[in-house]
């Protein structure tokens, strides 16, 4: 039998009495400048990168590696490698690392499930005084 146990608060999840609650939390790098591109010029800089494209005569050389990565697609295969070879930001990797201890996923039982939607990020809340209209 699987024994499952809160992330939260620790006790014991017993499926018979309630629900088991799993969260998983993606997060992710984003390397993008903090202004914000419009529209317009992301259309304009797609323009001028397909007429580069379109003048430019690829080789058979520079084709290869978009074979291997069309033949890797078509296989299913795990594409870690190839993403590898192809990533040079060590930034990005230091960034990851300090991340990779996470658990992928917390199991929650329903009480903490409760708490957890009301407040996901578990800041504080003020103090909220209610006065009489005297």
């Known amino acids: 039998m699987i024994h499952y146990t809160c992330d939260r608060c620790q006790r014991s999840i017993d499926l018979d009495e309630g629900p088991r609650y799993v969260v998983r939390i993606d997060v992710e790098v984003v390397a993008e400048s903090p202004e914000e591109v419009g529209d317009a010029e992301a259309v304009d800089f797609l323009a001028e990168l397909n007429d580069s494209l379109a003048h430019d005569q690829l080789s058979d ?74």
């Open 61 to 134: 050389d520079a084709s290869e590696p978009l074979e291997d990565l069309h033949d890797a697609l078509c296989r299913g295969d795990d594409l870690d490698p190839i993403d590898a070879s192809c990533s040079h930001d060590d930034s990005l990797d230091e960034m990851r690392h300090e991340n990779a201890s996470l658990p992928p996923s917390f199991d929650l039982c329903p009480t903490c499930y409760a708490q957890y939607t009301k407040n996901p990020l578990s800041r504080e809340r003020a103090l909220k005084l209610h006065f009489s209209n005297n």
